[in-house]
RNA sequence: GCCCGAGUGGCGAAAUAGGUAGACGCAAGGGACUUAAAAUCCCUCGGUCGUAAGGCUGUGCCGGUUCGAGUCCGGCCUCGGGCACCA
């Protein structure tokens, strides 16, 4: 054994042993119980950041956990390997992006290597491969012959002068981010997948989540914002009927306007010879189509002079085109209730419109107009105004008029959801082929399985943010499965989020080249517990619960969710913000491997935070755990040359200790199961200071056992954080017969935590002012005496009379003491 | 704009079910060892008053419940994250 710690070559030494060993290949052994670890496969964007760190640390931190424990464990790695930056870095390098992507997944995949993470890797995956997408493909042709998946209009970001689709993230400030163009929204048509169609059971499954995040369930939920409410039709002048979806149909009465959205077919009707309106439409065509941008851009409209009439009254109503509408959700049109909705007041103000209150709340007896004067009002009360319904709480009058309206024959109840189905087009060219053939005389056909894979030619070059794949006739061109006539490719590809979706099934049927997954599947699935980012919480976690539901129905899979347990990390931070490239505060884990070692990085990792809070990195905490790794090497070292004591119990004499080490190891156990790593690391620090205090005690028979026993408890809890160190010092002081991570999982000695007194906190009026040690079983009475004759306390007792006393047992006695003394002025 | 989360020493944090606030570590200050430095080891370390014993005060702010609140409830403030083409 090494005089001083040296990382690099430790690390190396396990790794070859689990190398050898095989010690992670993963198979379907039924002996023992199956525990499926994943974690997020990351973006090969060329080096490991700290996030990724973070990420399979603590994945790695709970498979080699279980593994200790007698699971049979799964944990795969793979490579999400599509997206953009490919494109980027060609555009800037001149590099292909297939090219660019294999470089970084080589230099990556060493680097997690390095991080001696327990990956099986016979099963890696990378989704930019044929073997994985033409799966992918083969899945999407069943969804369209299902109806699952089909073609509409949407609107994309759309560069007038380099003629291409950016995403949102090359629009800046409205503008192109290559030519500073002013971007606009235009209406393409794109493939879209039918989740609205699981919207119930995806919002229903929900609840049978409780290994989830509450927040994430949360996040879930208000995304796919179901909504009860009542479609109504307005009568338009020379247009015909008009449709719009409310939830508040309690405020019918309280109508002053209906808006459209600027490319609603009314508007377009109503464009002959309005100039302005047509304008409108064209501004509208500028805006942004990210919600934030939405939301918070000015609200303005056109009055499209058409005008429509109130169902219950007749009234007159104006109709606007308002840039506030969205086309894509609901019905594209909004019944206006200024009186009763923000956003709706905000308008009516702007353009001189009605507000016209019909709900007060029951506190107010003022003018109802007075309510409304300067906000509008949005919770219930009592009806106003409002006809037949006036008197009626408004939780009532919703229920009557929809009645009303149904009767009337103009309006249906409905259920809407704010989740709108999922757009998978990307006009871009590193993403996986859409297999679809547009064919002249048959019109869009899927490329039969025969032909499947639809690949993708690796060998272009990019020139401009336009996708090359239109350029290539080799691509384009193809024969009509159906009429054999020449026909063209879809040239866009899918939405990245796509691949994404089911990788998590595929690492159990990696190696299957006739099938997209297979028996194995049962075997594995569902995960049982998926690590990644919490900035994921709602898009790839909705859309691989989506997918897993896919699956199922068409019979691939068993279960209906896909993750059982999930942890969301917490972002790792800089100087308080999140490390990112732009802000110039990023800091790469490689240089940390190469000064520390993999050890340290991780026991850092770990150790300065729990896993869902947000870690701030700090160079001088790394140091602090490299020291700790250190004295952990010194303790073992000087341990080594002891001889091996035949017993293992400790004398008398080291009950008191034995006892104080056994609660930390019980804690760092209970901890394990709580996934607190930080504070298993704190108590094994703990141990290592108790025990380094043991060894300056001259060495007897009682001592070494203690010693010993406490070392092989720490090298035990820390053997899934820093696996290197603690495989070797394990080895070299024998304290098994193989290696660490195939030794038992620790288990205190129940005997050692008993204890025969116990020290009680004495409050005064529940301020702490002494201190008393009694025997574990007093009772209450004996332990009300003992803290009454406490010096300290009787002497702030003085001039006060005991009202009460309360006892928690084995924590602390609270007397409760009123001031007798009445002299006071 | 909407949704979600977080605020505890100089810093990262701990406090499991409402019961000793600050475990463990970092930084800082003092000391030992050394020709010197590095490394290592020992001591102090929320604020404040006090020579000390000890007292008062303290978990973003205001209020409430309770014998007792960092923890529960109501109302604010600040910071961070997500918002459908970044992954």
Same mark, same amino acid.
């Given at each position: 054994?090494?005089?001083?710690?040296?990382?690099?070559?430790?690390?190396?030494?396990?790794?070859?042993?689990?190398?050898?060993?095989?010690?992670?290949?993963?198979?379907?052994?039924?002996?023992?119980?199956?525990?499926?670890?994943?974690?997020?496969?990351?973006?090969?964007?060329?080096?490991?950041?700290?996030?990724?760190?973070?990420?399979?640390?603590?994945?790695?931190?709970?498979?080699?956990?279980?593994?200790?424990?007698?699971?049979?464990?799964?944990?795969?790695?793979?490579?999400?390997?599509?997206?953009?930056?490919?494109?980027?870095?060609?555009?800037?390098?001149?590099?292909?992006?297939?090219?660019?992507?294999?470089?970084?997944?080589?230099?990556?995949?060493?680097?997690?290597?390095?991080?001696?993470?327990?990956?099986?890797?016979?099963?890696?995956?990378?989704?930019?491969?044929?073997?994985?997408?033409?799966?992918?493909?083969?899945?999407?042709?069943?969804?369209?012959?299902?109806?699952?998946?089909?073609?509409?209009?949407?609107?994309?970001?759309?560069?007038?002068?380099?003629?291409?689709?950016?995403?949102?993230?090359?629009?800046?400030?409205?503008?192109?981010?290559?030519?500073?163009?002013?971007?606009?929204?235009?209406?393409?048509?794109?493939?879209?997948?039918?989740?609205?169609?699981?919207?119930?059971?995806?919002?229903?499954?929900?609840?049978?989540?409780?290994?989830?995040?509450?927040?994430?369930?949360?996040?879930?939920?208000?995304?796919?914002?179901?909504?009860?409410?009542?479609?109504?039709?307005?009568?338009?002048?020379?247009?015909?009927?008009?449709?719009?979806?409310?939830?508040?149909?309690?405020?019918?009465m309280g109508v002053t306007y209906l808006a459209v959205a600027a490319?609603?077919?009314?508007?377009?009707?109503?464009?002959?010879?309005?100039?302005?309106?047509?304008?409108?439409?064209?501004?509208?065509?500028?805006?942004?189509?990210?919600?934030?941008?939405?939301?918070?851009?000015?609200?303005?409209?056109?009055?499209?002079?058409?005008?429509?009439?109130?169902?219950?009254?007749?009234?007159e109503l104006p109709v606007y085109a308002a840039n506030f509408v969205?086309?894509?959700?609901?019905?594209?049109?909004?019944?206006?209730?200024?009186?009763?909705?923000?956003?709706?007041?905000?308008?009516?103000?702007?353009?001189?419109?009605?507000?016209?209150?019909?709900?007060?709340?029951?506190?107010?007896?003022?003018?109802?107009?007075?309510?409304?004067?300067?906000?509008?009002?949005?919770?219930?009360?009592?009806?106003?105004?409002?006809?037949?319904?006036?008197?009626?709480?408004?939780?009532?009058?919703?229920?009557?008029?929809?009645?009303?309206?149904?009767?009337?024959?103009?309006?249906?109840?409905?259920?809407?959801?704010?989740?709108?189905?999922?757009?998978?087009?990307?006009?871009?060219?590193?993403?996986?082929?859409?297999?679809?053939?547009?064919?002249?005389?048959?019109?869009?056909?899927?490329?039969?399985?025969?032909?499947?894979?639809?690949?993708?030619?690796?060998?272009?070059?990019?020139?401009?943010?336009?996708?090359?794949?239109?350029?290539?006739?080799?691509?384009?061109?193809?024969?009509?499965?159906?009429?054999?006539?020449?026909?063209?490719?879809?040239?866009?590809?899918?939405?990245?989020?796509?691949?994404?979706?089911?990788?998590?099934?595929?690492?159990?049927?990696?190696?299957?080249?006739?099938?997209?997954?297979?028996?194995?599947?049962?075997?594995?699935?569902?995960?049982?517990?998926?690590?990644?980012?919490?900035?994921?919480?709602?898009?790839?976690?909705?859309?691989?619960?989506?997918?897993?539901?896919?699956?199922?129905?068409?019979?691939?899979?068993?279960?209906?969710?896909?993750?059982?347990?999930?942890?969301?990390?917490?972002?790792?931070?800089?100087?308080?913000?999140?490390?990112?490239?732009?802000?110039?505060?990023?800091?790469?884990?490689?240089?940390?491997?190469?000064?520390?070692?993999?050890?340290?990085?991780?026991?850092?990792?770990?150790?300065?935070?729990?896993?869902?809070?947000?870690?701030?990195?700090?160079?001088?905490?790394?140091?602090?755990?490299?020291?700790?790794?250190?004295?952990?090497?010194?303790?073992?070292?000087?341990?080594?040359?002891?001889?091996?004591?035949?017993?293992?119990?400790?004398?008398?004499?080291?009950?008191?200790?034995?006892?104080?080490?056994?609660?930390?190891?019980?804690?760092?156990?209970?901890?394990?199961?709580?996934?607190?790593?930080?504070?298993?690391?704190?108590?094994?620090?703990?141990?290592?200071?108790?025990?380094?205090?043991?060894?300056?005690?001259?060495?007897?028979?009682?001592?070494?056992?203690?010693?010993?026993?406490?070392?092989?408890?720490?090298?035990?809890?820390?053997?899934?954080?820093?696996?290197?160190?603690?495989?070797?010092?394990?080895?070299?002081?024998?304290?098994?017969?193989?290696?660490?991570?195939? $030794?038992?999982?620790? #288990?205190?000695?129940?005997?050692? !935590?008993?204890?025969?007194? *116990?020290?009680? +906190? @004495?409050? /005064?009026? &529940?301020?702490?002012?002494?201190?008393?040690?009694?025997?574990?079983?007093?009772?209450?009475?004996?332990?009300?005496?003992? $803290?009454?004759?406490? #010096?300290?306390?009787?002497?702030? !007792?003085?001039?006060?009379? *005991?009202?009460? +006393? @309360?006892? /928690?047992? &084995?924590?602390?006695?609270?007397?409760?003491?009123?001031?007798?003394?009445?002299?006071?002025?």
């Open positions: 054994m090494d005089e001083r710690y040296m990382a690099e070559q430790v690390e190396r030494e396990a790794q070859r042993f689990w190398e050898q060993a095989q010690s992670f290949r993963a198979t379907e052994d039924s002996s023992r119980p199956k525990f499926y670890c994943l974690s997020m496969f990351p973006y090969p964007s060329g080096r490991l950041h700290m996030g990724h760190v973070r990420n399979y640390t603590l994945g790695d931190v709970i498979s080699r956990c279980r593994r200790m424990q007698g699971f049979n464990v799964l944990q795969p790695m793979g490579w999400d390997a599509f997206g953009l930056p490919a494109e980027n870095a060609a555009v800037q390098n001149g590099v292909a992006p297939a090219q660019w992507t294999y470089a970084n997944i080589s230099y990556m995949r060493d680097q997690l290597k390095r991080l001696g993470f327990a990956y099986d890797w016979s099963r890696e995956i990378a989704t930019c491969r044929p073997e994985y997408y033409r799966w992918e493909q083969w899945f999407f042709t069943r969804l369209y012959r299902k109806g699952l998946a089909y073609r509409a209009t949407a609107p994309v970001n759309w560069c007038p002068k380099d003629q291409t689709v950016l995403a949102n993230e090359q629009v800046i400030d409205g503008r192109c981010w290559r030519c500073d163009t002013v971007v606009e929204r235009r209406e393409i048509p794109q493939w879209f997948l039918r989740i609205t169609q699981y919207a119930d059971e995806l919002l229903a499954d929900l609840s049978n989540l409780p290994g989830w995040p509450e927040r994430v369930a949360t996040m879930q939920k208000n995304w796919i914002g179901r909504s009860e409410g009542v479609e109504i039709r307005f009568e338009v002048n020379g247009y015909g009927p008009l449709t719009v979806f409310t939830t508040r149909p309690d405020t019918l490319e609603h077919p009314l508007a377009t009707a109503a464009t002959a010879g309005r100039a302005e309106l047509l304008r409108f439409r064209d501004e509208c065509r500028l805006s942004q189509t990210a919600e934030a941008a939405f939301e918070t851009m000015e609200k303005r409209g056109v009055d499209t002079g058409l005008r429509a009439t109130h169902p219950l009254t007749g009234a969205l086309m894509s959700y609901g019905e594209g049109a909004v019944m206006a209730v200024p009186a009763h909705d923000e956003r709706d007041f905000a308008f009516a103000r702007r353009y001189a419109l009605p507000v016209s209150p019909v709900i007060m709340p029951l506190d107010f007896a003022g003018d109802p107009e007075a309510l409304v004067t300067d906000a509008a009002y949005t919770g219930p009360g009592r009806m106003v105004n409002s006809g037949a319904f006036t008197g009626l709480p408004s939780e009532e009058a919703r229920a009557r008029i929809t009645e009303v309206l149904e009767r009337k024959g103009v309006g249906t109840r409905r259920v809407h959801f704010r989740l709108r189905d999922w757009g998978v087009s990307r006009q871009r060219y590193w993403g996986t082929p859409i297999p679809m053939i547009h064919c002249p005389h048959c019109g869009i056909v899927p490329v039969p399985d025969r032909d499947l894979p639809v690949r993708l030619p690796e060998d272009v070059v990019i020139t401009q943010s336009a996708s090359p794949l239109k350029g290539r006739p080799d691509f384009l061109h193809a024969t009509c499965p159906d009429c054999g006539g020449p026909a063209e490719r879809e040239t866009d590809t899918f939405d990245t989020f796509m691949e994404s979706s089911w990788y998590y099934a595929r690492y159990c049927a990696q190696d299957n080249d006739h099938a997209m997954l297979d028996a194995r599947v049962g075997h594995w699935l569902p995960v049982d517990q998926y690590i990644g980012g919490i900035e994921h919480a709602i898009l790839h976690l909705l859309y691989a619960r989506f997918f897993n539901k896919l699956l199922r129905d068409e019979g691939l899979v068993s279960g209906g969710e896909p993750f059982v347990r999930l942890l969301t990390q917490g972002m790792v931070l800089k100087d308080g913000s999140k490390m990112s490239k732009s802000k110039g505060n990023t800091v790469d884990p490689q240089a940390l491997i190469d000064q520390y070692g993999a050890d340290t990085a991780r026991l850092f990792m770990m150790f300065a935070a729990p896993p869902e809070q947000s870690l701030e990195w700090n160079d001088e905490a790394v140091a602090g755990a490299h020291r700790f790794l250190k004295r952990l090497w010194a303790l073992a070292k000087s341990i080594e040359g002891l001889p091996k004591p035949a017993t293992k119990t400790a004398s008398a004499d080291h009950t008191a200790v034995r006892g104080q080490i056994h609660i930390l190891v019980d804690q760092a156990v209970r901890d394990y199961e709580r996934y607190h790593f930080n504070t298993v690391v704190a108590a094994c620090m703990s141990v290592v200071n108790l025990l380094q205090k043991l060894l300056e005690e001259p060495a007897s028979e009682s001592s070494v056992g203690l010693l010993r026993e406490g070392l092989s408890f720490v090298l035990r809890l820390l053997a899934p954080i820093v696996p290197h160190i603690t495989h070797v010092l394990w080895g070299t002081l024998g304290l098994g017969d193989g290696a660490v991570i195939d $030794a038992p999982w620790p #288990e205190v000695d129940p005997a050692a !935590l008993r204890q025969d007194v *116990v020290r009680l +906190v @004495v409050q /005064v009026n &529940g301020k702490r002012r002494g201190e008393i040690v009694v025997p574990v079983h007093s009772d209450t009475a004996e332990i009300e005496e003992r $803290a009454l004759r406490d #010096e300290a306390v009787s002497r702030s !007792l003085e001039g006060k009379s *005991v009202t009460k +006393v @309360v006892v /928690v047992p &084995g924590r602390l006695i609270n007397i409760v003491a009123a001031t007798t003394t009445t002299t006071l002025p």
